[in-house]
Nanobody
Framework: QVQLVESGGGLVQAGGSLRLSCAPSERTFSSSVMGWFRQAPGKERDFVARITWSGGRTDYADFVKGRFTISRDNDKNTAYLQMNSLKPEDTAVYYC???????????WGQGTQVTVSS
């Protein structure tokens, strides 16, 4: 079963930046879409952003528009989430996901902690 390898979380001050990355453990894995959700303590998991693999179409949650940018590197089979102008309310565990091309099967990463201090 494919696993998603995530990296890039950490602690940053408000106004700072972090970049998350996510890649399937199998380089031959084909995705139709990749993206991130996040979950803060005591809250539900919320959609953050996604990108389609073939056309590069992007979608964002309203609360990150203008601050976060999702992108992909087809050669590396990796998705990135550039997070700028971070706010304390962005503090959460960020979960990468991918959908296998031609299916409705979703795979999730283990999650990476992002903490923004005020």
């Amino acid at each position: 079963q494919v696993q998603l390898v995530e990296s890039g979380g950490g602690l940053v001050q408000a106004g700072g930046s972090l970049r998350l990355s996510c890649a399937p453990s199998e380089r031959t894995f084909s995705s139709s879409v990749m993206g991130w959700f996040r979950q803060a303590p005591g809250k539900e998991r919320d959609f953050v952003a996604r990108i389609t693999w073939s056309g590069g179409r992007t979608d964002y949650a309203d609360f990150v528009k203008g601050r976060f940018t999702i992108s992909r590197d087809n050669d590396k089979n990796t998705a990135y989430l550039q997070m700028n102008s971070l706010k304390p309310e962005d503090t959460a565990v960020y979960y990468c996901y991918t959908r296998a091309r031609g299916t409705t099967l979703d795979y999730w990463g283990q999650g990476t902690q992002v903490t923004v201090s005020s």
